[in-house]
């Protein structure tokens, strides 16, 4: 058996298209949806995340601003502009690329974004309505994953899921929106004691380790969609996932690939989140 491989490249494109329109129309009507990023420190990644984000929001027809500070900027002059552009109506959508400099407490920073502008959901009443089921802003990364299974009919209500990772962006999230769509739920962490034993019973495996090809074939149920969200940047300098994709490939039903896979439809979810903030405001103008 060999897997369908979803490509997360076309998808993203095609919720692109959906949502410009949408964008469109909201210009039309003079509320044009606007996203600020803010990056601190000179993190080559997170550079790289920040061009390719402001990049599609050109293209989705979202004014994009993008505010750097160097590594040496004191906590509060971040919190000040984001201050100001929580005040500027022709901002909907504020993003903190993280990880943040070391002496910064991203907690305080991430409690400074008015929830309305939240649209990674990081913020604490964002995560609070996750949890109670009345999601706001839902966090990219796992919303893309759901967009993907969604998009490929991969049935998840009455199924067992298994999220390998807990991070409070993405494994944590991931398992919340899996279960409010009436999955059963498993997750795995590092102190998980025979993880295979868990992942072989998934219908749907979600990997978000950033380990390597840790997801042998032997570790995956014939049939099971394996959505691989990890990216890992190896010796030679390509881009690997956490799942061993050729072994996989033969055993599972549906796998996303790295890159390529989750990536793409992670920065389309935060284009439709700015162009959702910016439809609520509209709505309360
Ligand atoms: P974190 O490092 O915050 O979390 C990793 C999680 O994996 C932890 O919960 C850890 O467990 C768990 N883990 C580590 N090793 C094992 C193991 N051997 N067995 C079981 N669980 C293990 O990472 P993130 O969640 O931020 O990111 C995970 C990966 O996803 C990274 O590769 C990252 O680059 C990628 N990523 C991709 C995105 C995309 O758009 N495609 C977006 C965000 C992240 P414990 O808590 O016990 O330490």
Known sequence: MSAKIIDGNVLAREIRAEWKARSDL????GMQPGLAVIIVGSNPASSIYVRNKARACDEAGIHSEIHSFPESTNQNEVILR??????????????VQLPLPNHFESREIIASISVEKDVDGFHLYNVGALVTGNTVFPPCTPFGVI???EKNNIAIEGR????VGRSNIVGKPMALMLLERGATITICTSKTRNLADHTRRADILVVATGRPHMITSDM???GAAVIDVGINRMPDGKLTGDVDFESVKE????LTPVPGGVGPMTISMLLCSTIAAAERALARA
């Open 26 to 29: 909201l210009t039309e009507q």
């Open 82 to 95: 984001i201050r100001e552009l929580n005040a500027d109506p022709r901002i909907h959508g504020i993003l």
């Open 147 to 149: 967009k993907m299974l």
């Open 160 to 163: 067992h899921a298994v999220v």
């Open 220 to 222: 995956v149920k014939p």
């Open 251 to 254: 055993v599972a039903g549906h």
